[in-house]
């Protein structure tokens, strides 16, 4: 049963012109490096993709490929690095003139404009301008969905209510954000945070003109400031990006812009879009999810050149709410994590290729406090260890076993076939669980409201995550930190809320040095996974998709080794 769903995973990589494997770079040609370099402009370029953005919303949207594709239309004061691998971590200047100069006590940021930033009717952006779509951000009456890092690190205790209901005049009554002049804007802290600049780096921070704010119809046709901007969009049919002609390239060193347009196809056939990517319709899979099982084999059979294997940075893993008994107790916790068959379930999720390498904790490879010798229940080994399972058993009064229930996306196959997996591994300890598959575009309001997972008796829950940032703030303290537990859209499933656990990430966020600060968050990790509150079951890795026509095409860390879709150009 696991095999067959395997092979029914559907999502793809990228297409072109052509697909002759003889016209591609090679194998993994793009991962830690860039393939076919040019500066050649003009062509289009062209995406396929089987899921529509959350929002195009810069202020809204979530999804990871919406990060990195609304480069395209937004600019921020910094940005990633346009760069290969882990040098895309850093960051650069974007439309600021450097990534900031900060105060002796770590609390105030002080950025200059570049000149020359404009809109796409030619008016200049300005500080306003960049504070008014930050502010957009507490406004979640309008305002929903989307990351809250800024808030949360400018105002934690919400007390500005956003521009909607601001009282003042000019609608920037927010205190911590101030802009003496229109080239000018400052950032007060309450308290030093090491990943601000990250922040400031994501499509939130990106400016929004008041008078072009359509509220919640915006992300219907965002007003760019980048170098294309929209010409249509239909919601899940797609959308054409065309040139911005008042875009500057004297005012963006990051930005190559080098197709005369980018269009995106969205469609419900996973498989039929693979066999597009590979007959050279379409350049490549927007969402980056990897392809199918039956795209995957063609692929890696008859066009190896033409596809990459990168980490992606997410992890896949199941989780155990402290709310649904018996799993709050440590020990049945454990009987699960040993009783698991890991090697199955990497296979289930794909194999090692597509699957990814087998996950011994809740840091990924590619956040800083991750320790590759760090396997404290040897997931390495790969195998079940049912001797130790069936001692936790026994240590949490449960010898015989116990019943419970895997919640599971039922549009996600290979979270499916992993509790499939899982299932069959608990049965040979006693462990009965049935398996719910619930509608996975509603999951939000499913395992993300903890009364329901209680209601449900959801003592297992199988979901995915990456890093919003590359920190073990932006990665492990949504999912492990009690201030992150919400009533809905929650994220940390098993209710995690260790005193300890929260001032190890409290510790960390206020260290500015990255390496110490991975100190902490490596303490973290190993108090989460020592206290067995998630079994990880793979470092994700995917399958992806390149045409033979694109340049300047690499996978980079900042975006989850998606490719860096701003750098993209394709030959005619």
């Not at 959308?239 to 980018?262: G, I, Y």
């Not at 190890?504 to 600060?517: I, R, S, V, Y």
């Amino acid at each position: 049963m696991v095999a067959a769903l395997v092979s029914t995973t559907a999502c793809g990589g990228g297409g072109g012109s052509s697909s002759n494997s003889s016209k591609a770079p090679g194998f993994n040609a793009a991962v830690g490096k860039v393939a076919s370099t040019s500066d050649k402009k003009g062509g289009e370029l062209k995406f396929i993709g089987t899921q529509d953005a959350d929002s195009w919303d810069p202020q809204r949207g979530y999804y990871g490929f919406m990060w990195d594709f609304a480069r395209y239309y937004t600019r921020t004061l910094v940005t990633p690095k346009p760069a290969p691998g882990a040098a895309s971590s850093e960051l650069v200047p974007d439309m600021a003139t450097d990534t900031g100069q900060i105060s002796a006590d770590k609390k105030t940021y002080t950025f200059k404009l570049r000149p020359d930033l404009t809109w796409e009717d030619g008016k200049p952006v300005t500080s306003q301008d960049i504070k008014y779509g930050i502010e957009r951000t507490w406004a979640k009456e309008k305002i929903t969905g989307g990351p809250t890092w800024i808030q949360q690190v400018l105002d934690p205790e919400l007390d500005y209510k956003g521009p909607y209901k601001d009282t003042s005049k000019d609608k920037l009554g927010l205190k911590q954000i101030e802009t003496p002049d229109a080239n000018t804007i400052v950032f007060k802290l309450p308290q030093p945070n090491g990943d601000f600049l990250q922040m400031l780096a994501l499509p939130a921070a990106a400016p929004v003109r008041q008078d072009k704010d359509t509220g919640e119809k915006y992300g219907l046709k965002p007003f760019s400031n980048g170098p294309y901007k929209f010409q249509s969009y239909t919601p899940n049919k797609g959308l054409e990006l065309v040139r911005n002609d008042k875009w500057k390239q004297s005012s963006d060193t990051v930005r190559k812009a080098l197709p005369d347009k980018v269009s995106v196809k969205l469609t419900t056939n996973a498989d039929d879009m693979d066999n597009k990517l590979i007959s050279g319709e379409y350049d490549i899979d927007i969402n980056a999810t990897g392809m199918g099982s039956a795209g995957r084999q063609k692929a890696l059979q008859a066009h190896k050149g033409n596809v990459d294997n990168p980490q992606t940075g997410f992890i896949r893993y199941a989780a155990f709410p402290k709310t649904v008994k018996p799993f709050d107790n440590i020990h049945c916790r454990k009987a699960v994590i040993y009783a698991a068959d890991h090697t199955s379930l990497q296979t289930a999720r794909g194999g090692p290729m597509a699957g990814g390498d087998l996950g011994t904790s809740m840091l990924p490879p590619a956040v800083k406090g991750y320790d590759a010798n760090f396997d404290p229940y040897n997931i390495k080994a790969g195998k079940p260890d049912l001797a130790k399972a069936k001692e936790e058993l026994k240590q949490c009064d449960q010898p015989n076993g116990f019943t419970t229930t895997i919640a599971v996306r039922n549009n996600k196959p290979p979270e499916v076939a992993t509790a499939t997996s899982l299932q069959a591994s608990l049965a040979k300890v006693g462990i009965k669980a049935q398996i719910d598959e619930y509608d996975g575009a509603q999951y939000a309001g499913i395992i993300g409201s903890p009364e329901n997972v209680k209601r449900k008796n959801y003592g297992i829950i199988i979901q995915g995550w990456g890093s919003d940032f590359p920190s073990g703030q932006g990665f492990l303290q949504p999912i492990s930190d009690g201030k992150f537990i919400q009533p809905t859209g929650n994220q940390n499933y098993p209710l995690l809320d260790d005193p300890e656990v929260n001032k190890l990430f409290d510790q960390g966020n206020a260290e500015t040095d990255p390496n110490k600060a991975a100190e902490f968050y490596g303490k973290a990790n190993e108090k989460v996974m020592n206290d067995a509150w998630y079994l990880p079951f793979t470092y994700e890795k995917n399958v992806i998709w390149r045409s033979s026509r694109l340049t300047n095409i690499y996978t980079a860390d900042a975006y989850n080794g998606r490719y860096d879709y701003a750098s993209l150009g394709v030959t005619k």
